[in-house]
Nanobody, 111 residues
Framework: VQLQASGGGLAQAGGSLRLSCDAS????????LGWYRQAPGKERELVAR?????SIEYGASVKGRFTISRDGNTVYLQMNSLKPEDTAVYYC????????WGQGTQVTVSS
């Protein structure tokens, strides 16, 4: 599976950003797609994940603020009401038996 992420960048607290990720490869249409993030000095954590059937899981810290959606093999993460603690490197991930990782994209939220 190949994962190409785009979006991210700099936003002010309370603002919005959108990430997208295109998945390609043999299992991309049967894999769950989603996002993890890792802030400096912290462990990588789940942000959101969506299965091919549309089941969604959110990390506790983003519920009600972030929305994940999927259009075929492209996954989107709409991030609203951003907080400085959302600052992290965001990784697109595909899961089918194991995780396949894309390159990270930096999201920085200023206060």
């Amino acid at each position: 599976v190949q994962l190409q992420a785009s979006g991210g960048g700099l936003a002010q607290a309370g603002g919005s950003l959108r990430l997208s990720c295109d998945a390609s490869g043999r299992i991309s249409n049967v894999a769950a797609l989603g996002w993890y993030r890792q802030a400096p000095g912290k462990e990588r954590e789940l942000v959101a994940r969506i299965t091919p059937g549309g089941s969604i899981e959110y990390g506790a810290s983003v519920k009600g603020r972030f929305t994940i959606s999927r259009d075929g093999n492209t996954v989107y993460l709409q991030m609203n009401s951003l907080k400085p603690e959302d600052t992290a490197v965001y990784y697109c991930v595909a899961r089918y038996n194991r995780n396949y990782w894309g390159q990270g994209t930096q999201v920085t939220v200023s206060s």
